[in-house]
């Protein structure tokens, strides 16, 4: 397992609530991360004319934004943890492991998104 694997299982040892507050907030606050730009966001995009591919591809990134903040304090511990053992920048770690939360929640949502769309059709 990678120093990144590690240092997640560790936090998830010592601090298990905090995912467990994330998760909750999440199931309370789904309207937020999902509905607005569902809703919102999209009949924007629609009202700018961009096509349609572009306008999916924007409203997943900001659903994997949004639900990604939630996610940020565990990220921060995890980044402090590494940064201290590899001597680097929190604020690098931190980003890069932030990024990575993003694009890995993007590709669940636009498989969600697909299969969803697939079954209906």
Known sequence: MSIYGKSYVEFLKKDIMLLIIAIVLL???FGWWMGVPVFVVSIF???LNIPPLISIILV???ISVLF??????MNIKVAK???KMKNRSTLKIFSRLQLKFILSSFVIFSLIFIVIFWCNN
């Open 68 to 73: 990604t903040v939630f996610f940020i304090p």
């Open 60 to 62: 997943l990134l900001l």
């Open 81 to 83: 943890t590494i940064g």
């Open 45 to 47: 995009l629609w009202d």
């Open 27 to 29: 199931f309370f606050s």
